[in-house]
C-alpha cells in the first residue's frame, strides 16, 4: 500500500500553469515571484505526499493476524558440532498434580506459582539433531501420531531446518517410551530409511519382548505395542543396534546408562572440541518442580526411587560442571545449564544466540 500511494506523486501538478515554457525574455519580478510560489507549492506537495503516506500506514493496522509461529527448531554450535533442538510439539494439557509422585499438591502448586505456571502446563516433547561432519545423528524421534495431534511435528521441524530425513545417519534413543521412538515410523513406513538405531540393550530385550507385552496390565500394553511396531522394522532391516552402558557410538558421542525411568534409560554425551552437551532423556519431566525438590518423581517412572536417585546425581554433576545439558522436556529448545540453589538446583535456560 506504501508503494501504491508513492505512485500517486508523479500524477500531481508539479506544473503550475505560471511555469510555461520561457519565452527569452529577461527575468522580472514576476518571474521570481512565481519561483516563490512554485516553492510553496512544491512543499505542499510534499505535506500531501507525507499525508497520503501516514493514512496507507493507518490502513495496514487492519492486517489479519498472522497466527503461527516460526518453524520448531533451534541452532547451536557446540565446537565442531552443530547440534539442533528439534520441536515435537506439545502436550497442551499435562497434569502435574495428577502424574507428579512422592510430593503433595501444595508443594506442586507453590512450585508453579514461583514460575507464574499453574496446573495443567504445556509439556515440550524435543528431540536433538547433531552433525558431526562425518555423520548426521537424531538423539529420539517424538511421538509421531502416538500422542494425539499437537505433537508429530519432527519431521516438517527437522526438513525446515534445512536437513532430509533419508540424511540421517544414526538414531539413538535414550529410551523406548511412545515420545522418543514413535517417530521413528511415518505412514507405515520407517521415517529414516538410511539411519542406523541406536538403543541400550536392556531397554530393547524390555519393550521389544512379545512375552513382556503379554503379560503386561491393560494400561501398558501400549508402551510395548508402540515400542514394537516403531523399533521392529528397523530390527528386521538389520538396522537395530545395541549398546551397553559407556559404549562410544562414535567419536565424540557416548552413551551412558542411567536405569530408572526405564529399565534402560540412557543418556548421551557430545564432547567437540572441549565442550560438553549432556542429553537426558527423560530425567525431568517437570522443571518448575523438580529443580528445587528432585526427589519429586512422576507415574511414568519405572522405579521411582532409582528415577530420583539418577535426577540427585545428575543435577549435583551439572551444577558442578557447568556443561551444557539438553532435555526431552524441558520448555523448547530444551537447552540450558544447571546452578543449585537452596536446597535444590535451578534450571538456567541458554541465552538465545545467533549462529555463528
Ligand atoms: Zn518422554
Do not use: C
Not at 20 to 48: F, I, Q
Not at 56 to 73: E, K, L, R, Y
Not at 118 to 146: H, K, Q, Y
Amino acid at each position: 500500500m506504501r508503494t501504491s500511494s508513492l505512485a500517486l506523486l508523479p500524477t500531481l501538478p508539479l506544473h503550475t500553469p505560471h511555469q510555461a515554457p520561457e519565452t527569452g525574455a529577461p527575468h522580472t519580478a514576476r518571474h521570481s515571484a512565481n519561483r516563490t510560489l512554485d516553492r510553496l507549492v512544491g512543499k505542499a506537495v510534499g505535506l500531501l505526499a507525507g499525508m497520503l503516506v501516514l493514512l496507507a500506514s493507518t490502513a495496514q493496522a487492519a492486517a489479519p493476524m498472522a497466527g503461527t509461529n516460526p518453524p520448531g527448531f533451534y541452532r547451536i554450535m557446540l565446537g565442531g558440532f552443530e547440534v539442533t533442538s528439534l520441536s515435537d510439539g506439545t502436550v497442551p494439557s499435562f497434569s502435574l498434580q495428577q502424574l507428579l509422585t512422592n510430593t503433595s499438591p501444595a508443594v506442586v502448586s507453590k512450585a508453579l506459582e514461583r514460575e507464574f505456571l499453574s496446573d495443567p502446563v504445556e509439556g515440550s516433547v524435543n528431540a536433538f539433531l547433531i552433525n558431526t561432519g562425518p555423520r548426521l545423528v537424531l538423539v529420539d524421534a517424538g511421538a509421531a501420531g502416538l500422542f494425539g495431534p499437537t505433537l508429530g511435528r519432527l519431521l516438517d521441524n527437522l526438513r525446515a531446518s534445512g536437513y532430509r530425513p533419508e540424511q540421517v545417519d544414526d538414531v539413538i534413543v535414550t529410551h523406548m517410551h511412545p515420545d522418543h521412538v514413535g517417530g521413528l515410523m511415518a505412514s507405515g513406513r520407517m521415517a529414516f530409511p538410511n539411519a542406523i538405531v541406536h538403543a541400550d540393550r536392556r531397554e530393547a530385550a524390555f519393550w521389544l519382548s512379545q512375552a513382556n507385552l503379554d503379560a503386561a496390565p491393560a494400561a501398558s500394553k501400549d508402551f510395548f505395542r508402540g515400542a514394537i511396531d516403531s523399533v521392529g522394522p528397523y530390527e528386521k532391516a538389520g538396522r537395530l543396534k545395541l549398546f551397553d552402558d559407556g559404549a562410544e557410538i562414535m567419536p565424540g558421542i557416548r552413551v551412558r546408562s542411567t536405569p530408572g525411568h526405564t529399565e534402560g534409560h540412557t543418556f548421551v554425551v557430545i564432547e567437540s572440541e572441549g565442550r560438553k552437551l549432556m542429553l537426558w532423556g527423560d530425567l525431568v519431566h517437570a522443571a518448575p518442580v523438580q529443580f528445587p525438590h528432585p526427589a519429586v518423581t512422576i507415574a511414568f517412572d519405572a522405579d521411582s526411587r532409582a528415577a530420583a536417585a539418577q535426577r540427585a546425581k545428575a543435577f549435583e554433576e551439572a551444577a558442578r560442571e557447568g556443561y551444557l545439558v539438553g532435555a526431552a522436556h524441558i520448555s523448547f529448545p530444551g537447552l540450558g545449564r544447571v546452578r543449585a540453589e537452596g536446597a535444590g538446583y535451578r534450571w538456567v535456560p541458554l541465552q538465545y544466540g545467533v549462529l555463528r
